[in-house]
């Protein structure tokens, strides 16, 4: 079956950088459309960006030009490069193929001071 696997989370201060990876199996990577999403406490869960399998990518708004999605099809390997951190970032944040119900288990990424 798919499986997500996300690492990379952590604290960080305001400013600073994180890398999100996540790990796929179970499905024709390659193929696929991927995205990140992210859920803050009390909030819904919200789209933070997607790739497609020909590397066309979308932004939220919230999120344009400090963060960049990538992808490595060899590595089955989703990446979530992160910089410019703001306290509105601190958030769970889960690595899905758009449109199914295949998630990961999130990582918590925490942005203060």
């Known amino acids: 079956q798919v499986q997500l696997v996300e690492s990379g989370g952590g604290l960080v201060q305001p400013g600073g950088s994180l890398r999100l990876s996540c790990a796929a199996s179970?499905?024709?990577?390659?193929?696929?459309?991927m995205g990140w999403y992210r859920q803050a406490p009390g909030k819904k869960r919200e789209l933070v960006a997607t790739?497609?399998?020909?590397?066309?990518?979308v932004y939220a708004d919230s999120v344009k030009g400090r963060f960049t999605i990538s992808r490595d099809n060899g590595r089955k390997s989703l990446y979530l490069q992160m910089n410019g951190l703001k306290t509105a970032d601190t958030a769970v944040y889960y690595c899905?193929?758009?449109?199914?119900?295949?998630w990961g288990q999130g990582t918590q990424v925490t942005v203060s001071s």
């Open positions: 899905t193929i758009p449109g199914t119900d295949n």
């Open positions: 179970g499905l024709l990577f390659s193929l696929a459309s």
């Open positions: 790739i497609s399998n020909d590397e066309n990518t």
